[in-house]
């Protein structure tokens, strides 16, 4: 019989708990067909998992290219990776609005089955109006009470104007709301975006009036890779309520470690280790590769001395990999070990030890094609259409919204 100190020792890696803010879900099954937007999407994603893929981890071409589900998210989080807990996020491809509502439903049902192990966000646009804004809000977190965060998609669909995160007209009162409901964080990417979005929103200079503006809101936004990089971090050095995700050089990390260790201690130079938060975009990366990575890295000795920088320690090490986000929430981590150390993931774990990457997404995709075969033949090789190919994201709480049609939950 395992003591719950051995158990805590088997469940975390090197004694770190690991809250992952940035796991990716979607349907890219039909995606590369349906415009130019969406093509340039699937074709990013793409080349940014084969971009990881060398370490071994990684999905066929069709395997990516399919619907991802929230069983597949969570198993391959929980069983194939160290990460203890994590926050589903839809990704949102430009000019996909059906595709972005079907993966709000799955985010939505990976939090309403496995509540220990995923953190709620709510998820709104700016193009809805302040007011229909304020409603999605507030019908979400009636739903899925405790949500931690906000998504704010900026980039809104063609022919919708474009938003700024310092818009005081449209944007603002979307956070002054989520605020008074109690949201701890909002996640808006700047750093980065998949296909060819309008990019005027992603600009750093409106997260820095944001961020002024509400200074009980914590901002997450995925570490800057741009030329630019460090002019927009060294802006944003002085708002302590602005957090940087690391899921935007996480290939760097994989690829290029000198380039990596560049970036990092740029900004640690500036901020410290407090404001970093460990994401990597998992399922269109793996999670443990990464992982693993980072909690081995250390800091060469050149890069301490022309960064005026000490050694990574452990304890910079688990606050990067889970206490700055447990801090930015409220979070209680010892609560939360307490709810997941005997669930059945770990259970499922403590048997079988860690599965290989993508091990259960390829067992439920090669299911799924098993079944799509059989009802080809049934319907006599005629394909059904694309608008009635995604029942398996259907959720009882998906409703419409102003027109368009959101989960409930994130």
Known sequence: MKTEDAIEKRSMIDGMFVINPGSRVCDLTHAEARNGHATAACRRLWALHREHSRSGASMSHAEFHSNWSATALAR???????????????????????NNADAH????????????????????????????????????????????G??????????????????????????????????????????????????EPHHLRALDSAAKAFPQLSFETALPTHPNAAAAVTALATRTNVHFRLESVTGLLMNQPAEFERVLCGVLRLTGPG???????????????????????????????????????????????GENYA?????????????????????????SGRWEPYLNWRSEFRGSAVRASRQLAANGGRQQPLATSRSNTTHPNSRPVEGRSYAIGH
């Open 327 to 351: 801090r930015i929430i409220g979070f209680d981590l010892s609560a939360a070990k307490d709810r997941i150390i005997r669930d059945r993931f770990a259970e499922e774990r403590d048997r």
């Open 76 to 98: 391959t989080l929980f069983l194939e990776t160290d990460i203890d807990l994590a926050a589903p996020h839809a990704i949102r491809i430009y000019q996909q609005p059906q």
């Open 150 to 199: 906000m998504t704010l998609h900026l980039a809104a669909d063609e022919p919708s104007p474009r938003f700024r995160l310092d818009d005081e007209g449209a944007v603002f009162p979307l956070l002054e709301h989520a605020q008074q409901r109690g949201i701890k964080t909002v996640a808006v990417h700047h750093a980065a975006w998949a296909g060819l979005a309008p990019t």
């Open 275 to 321: 404001r970093l938060l460990y994401s990597d975009a998992c399922m269109v990366t793996h999670s443990q590769p990464i992982l693993r990575r980072l909690v081995s890295l250390q800091l060469s000795d050149d890069a301490c001395a022309r960064y005026d920088l000490k050694k990574l320690t452990h304890t910079d090490k688990r606050m990067i990999l």
């Open 105 to 148: 439903v799955k985010a939505a049902l990976a939090v309403s089955h496995h509540p220990q192990r995923f953190l709620p966000y709510v998820a709104v646009e700016p193009d809805l109006g302040p007011d229909a804004g304020r409603r999605l809000i507030d019908r979400e977190l009636d739903s899925i009470p405790g949500a931690v």
